[in-house]
């Protein structure tokens, strides 16, 4: 816009805000059109385009000097500088060219918030109710609880992607609501996405599909697929680390049986897995259960007799 035509327009502009103004007292109209040309030349210069298209009209432009300076209850008292320079500042954000690109990009990542507001929607739940479950970013579809967690994921993507696509506005009350909604999922999101670097350091390799290399070891009712150590007081071991005669670890082929195996990662990130007992799941998601065992009978242990002391010979 050439100079002549910013003049003008910053007066056009001026003069209809004054006449939106005109029915406040003379002390309270002087108080909020103080500098206002000066104020609209500053906003003119920053970028082009009239200012109707970047202020709003008038009478809206002027209906926001009431509410930000109080205008209908000044009682005719000069504005606090501090406020009069802030509504100056966010005038002269909201005129510029990047404020106006931005503003106008949002809206085309509305569908990708619907998605993932469905997502973050469903984990929220999943951790909610099942705090012992190992989240994943994305759910493991050979399990019954993964497959769950996707069909879920589905629905609320297709009910979350129409309520954000529905014609029909919201009212006021509604659309706060809303916003508070999306809020809050963000917020409560938060947790369970940290929540999935909490678990203990697991690796899951799936039956059949694990790649690992293993052995098969069998007894008299069929093949190995996990190893339970006790001590002989009859307490369970953890993570005891087993190696064949020649030192190589004892891994059992994970290709056997019907469930998911999670092995400890160690520190250079490669799965330990000759630690015992495996960690198991079933397909549901569930884990595996020890098994009832019978220890032997130990032999209890003889007290140690100590020798008698030798006899100090007596001096002749």
Do not use: C
């Not at 005719?76 to 005129?95: E, K």
């Not at 659309?175 to 678990?199: E, Q």
């Not at 290709?255 to 000759?274: C, E, L, M, R, S």
């Amino acid at each position: 816009m050439a100079s002549n035509d910013q003049a003008d327009d910053v007066a056009t502009y001026a003069a209809s805000v004054r006449a939106a103004l005109s029915n406040l007292p003379t002390d309270q109209s002087d108080v909020l059109l103080e500098d206002l040309e000066d104020h609209l030349r500053e906003v003119a210069a920053e970028a082009e385009g009239p200012l109707a298209e970047r202020l709003g009209p008038p009478e809206q432009y002027a209906q926001e000097l009431r509410t930000a300076y109080g205008a209908a209850h000044a009682g005719g008292t000069r504005q606090d500088p501090a406020l009069h320079d802030l509504r100056r500042a966010i005038d002269l954000v909201t005129a510029s060219a990047w404020y106006r690109q931005i503003r106008a990009f949002l809206p085309e990542l509305r569908p990708a918030w619907w998605v993932l507001r469905a997502y973050l929607l469903v984990l929220v739940i999943t951790v909610a109710f099942s705090s012992t479950y190992n989240i994943r970013p994305i759910p493991n579809p050979f399990s019954s609880r993964g497959l769950l967690e996707i069909l879920a994921m589905a629905i609320a993507i297709v009910v979350s992607v129409r309520l954000g696509r529905r014609n029909r506005p919201l009212a006021k009350g509604g659309r706060m609501l809303a916003i508070a909604a999306n809020v809050l999922i963000a917020l409560i999101a938060v947790p369970a996405l940290a929540s999935m670097g909490t678990f203990h350091p697991f690796t899951m390799v799936e039956s059949g599909g694990s790649g690992q290399a293993g052995q098969q070891l069998y007894t008299p009712s069929g093949v190995v697929t996990n190893i339970y150590p006790y001590s002989r007081d009859g307490k369970p071991l953890t993570d005891v680390l087993l190696y064949d005669q020649d030192g190589r670890a004892l891994t059992l082929d994970s290709k056997t049986g019907d469930a998911t195996t999670d092995y400890p990662v160690g520190a250079d990130g490669q799965p330990i897995t000759n630690a015992y007992p495996l960690h198991e799941r079933h397909l549901s998601g569930d884990p595996v259960p020890a098994p009832r065992v019978a220890l032997p009978p130990w032999p209890a242990q003889s007290p140690t007799v100590s020798p008698p002391p030798s006899p100090t010979p007596s001096p002749r």
